[in-house]
């Protein structure tokens, strides 16, 4: 998995730590009919409605302003859990606009291994409900045939061949799985060939079981 990924599940086990309860993932902004934004956590503690902005690496002041108006157009506080901050501006416009920010180092150096053990399983937890559909998958043989192809590629434009596309014609073959809530994982060639691989598996079991 990504480093973002590890760094969203230590997200997660922060927030539950300071009492926040989790609402949802990747909430998207909508505004008429265009999606404008996308906040990565959607968290509530006391009665308070956050906007959270998980970064792997330092804030920058850019950041800094992307939290404070995704926050404002959801009608939340804003919040950035990350490593620590670029530069004097960004800390200084986050004490300006109210960002509040959460340090992931402080987390990591005094976890206790009992802390990191739950960590890691509720990763697995998190990984296993993401990849696995609630629903066997009905598939078309065209999407039969971009998961396979994602399944033996290691790479995108290897994809891109197995299938018979070009590779913008895959990209949007993928957003369309996306869309159906089939791939749920990440962008990266290894993540989306591990979700290809357990919904061919799906696939596959669902068309050997007998019929009743």
């Known amino acids: 998995m990504s480093r973002g990924f590890w760094t969203e599940q230590l997200a997660l086990f922060v927030l539950e730590s300071e ?28 009665g308070e409605l956050y906007a959270v902005e998980v970064k792997s690496g330092r804030i ?13 157009l959801l009608g939340a506080k804003p919040l950035i859990l990350a490593r620590g901050f670029s530069d004097d501006s960004a800390r200084a416009l986050a004490e300006e ?54 399944a033996r590629g290691g790479t995108f434009p290897e994809a891109a061949r197995l299938a018979g596309m070009r590779e913008d014609e ?10 159906k809530g089939l791939l749920t994982l990440g962008r990266s060639p290894s993540e989306l060939r591990l979700q290809a691989k357990v919904l061919l598996l799906l696939r596959s079991l669902l068309r050997s079981r007998p019929a009743t």
Do not use: C, M
Request: net charge negative; hydrophobic share 45%.
């Open 97 to 150: 606009l109210g960002v509040q920010v959460i340090l992931l180092p402080e987390y990591v150096h005094f976890a206790s291994p009992e802390e990191l053990a739950e960590l890691v399983e509720k990763a697995l937890v998190s990984i296993l409900d993401r990849l696995l559909p609630a629903e066997p998958p009905e598939l078309s043989e065209e999407e039969a045939r971009v998961l396979e192809a994602l």
């Open 60 to 72: 920058s002041v850019t950041d800094v302003r992307q939290a404070y108006t995704n926050a404002r």
């Open 170 to 179: 895959l990209g949007r073959a993928i957003e369309k799985l996306r869309e």
């Open 19 to 46: 009492g926040f309860e989790v609402l949802g993932r990747r909430e998207k902004i909508v505004k008429g009919s265009s999606e404008i934004a996308e906040v990565d956590l959607v968290a509530r503690k006391q």
